[in-house]
């Protein structure tokens, strides 16, 4: 018998919706089409999309170290809520996640508390390169993390030596935070007390294109793979452009969907984030990105923080925003209104992921693949609110906002763990498994 059949659901297969059926055993799709064998469940998707199970990758679930902003469990149900079904989580905790025992300890604390699948990246340091040389069949490991800028936490590689000793020892994609730590250091005279409207004048143009060039370099010199992480400057996707191949790179919901100076306005400290927000002359440029198909990612950057510490004055409040919950109903109001189409987003969120890290068995609805799911209403009108955010900060961006197109349900290997907007069944994600 069956475990479950999706029935009567547009099915995103092959670059194409179609009507069809697919049943699930074990974990895994055996069939696509008509079967009349029996299932233990039904889910009957009549006038919903059925798109391959989503992924972000760029969350900070904040564990171990400040468990009181967030944890894998809660991050784990902000993802699922929002119809995610798998997050790569960033290193950058207390203690950071840069050498083998730090990264067990890890898999360790997510085993059997995490709604979602997941994999974790191993940070780079300036001197754990024999550790970065070998991680090719690390367990849960989806990449590097290289910080070249100071952002929130303490791992921080900047001289340029050291980059290049990161690279040069790289088995895995390096995905970086690019900003120049010299440049920022040289900025922080133009910091304004109490102003958050100086943050992208701190955090220039300049800081993020000097960075992104000189990491590409050292990237193309050892033909290694770079992951470029949430890119906001039109220079920057103008110099990308010119560079794929081995190297990728990423925007976020956010730098896609408010601009300065009026999120600063309107938001105050709770639009400040790292690279930050910058003016509408960028966010067209990231839109050129995205309907020409030139980035290859949208991750949330998911990075909660406290109401109490983001209240605290420019610039003593810390950087970041959650996202993980919203980034598909802003994405998905975003195709209803046009900026992008279903499949462009599709291979954002699904497709390229798996093809630049090598994820096996995901981002695809094909028989023998992993049965994960986000089920869409593209008709379904939300409010985003603080109040029903799973993240334990308890507050977004967005809130207040109103966006057409919303996941309904969230499967993982065939287990509904999300249906209109509760959560359902245990913790049960497993690791994500890798080819590269």
Known sequence: MLDLIIKNGQCHIDGRLKNIDIAIKGGKIVKIGETLEEAK???????????????????????????????????????????????????????????????????????????????????????????????????????????????????????????????????KVVAVHSEDEQILNINKKLIKKGDVHSHPIWRSEECAISSTRRIVKIAERYNKKAHVLHITTKQEIDFLSQHKGNITFEITPQHL?????????????????????????????????????????????????????????????????????????????????????????????????????????KGFIKEGFDADFTIVDMNKKITILDKNMQSKCGWSPFNGFEFKGTPVSTIIAGKVKMQDGKILGDPDGNPLKFDI
């Open 257 to 361: 969907t408010i601009y300065a100076p009026d999120c600063y306005d309107k938001l105050g400290t709770y639009a400040q984030m790292n690279p930050p927000i910058r003016d509408k002359s960028h966010y067209e440029r990231l839109w050129y990105a995205v309907k020409n198909n030139l980035n290859d990612t949208i991750g949330s950057d998911h990075a909660p923080h406290l109401k109490k510490n983001k209240d605290l004055e420019y610039p003593n409040s810390p950087s970041g925003m959650p996202g993980v919950q919203t980034l598909m109903p802003v994405m998905l109001n975003h195709v209803n209104e046009g900026r992008l189409s279903l499949n462009q987003l599709i291979s954002l969120v699904c497709e390229n992921p798996v093809k630049i890290f090598g994820i096996k068995n």
């Open 41 to 171: 469940n039904v889910y009957d998707a009549k006038e919903l999309l059925v798109l391959p199970g989503c992924i972000d990758t760029q969350t900070h679930f904040r564990e171990p170290g400040s468990t009181d902003t967030e944890d894998l469990h809660s991050g784990g149900r902000a993802a699922v809520a929002g119809g995610i079904t798998a997050v790569f989580e960033m290193p950058n905790t207390n203690p950071p996640t840069s050498t083998k025992k730090e990264f067990q300890k890890k898999l360790d604390l997510a085993k059997n508390r995490m709604y979602c699948n997941y994999a974790f990246y191993f940070g780079a340091t300036a001197d754990n390169a024999n550790e970065l040389a070998d991680l090719k069949n690390l367990e849960g490991c989806c990449g590097i993390k290289l910080f070249v800028g100071s952002s929130t936490g303490n791992l921080l590689v900047a001289d340029e030596k050291d980059i290049d000793i990161v690279f040069q020892n790289s088995s």
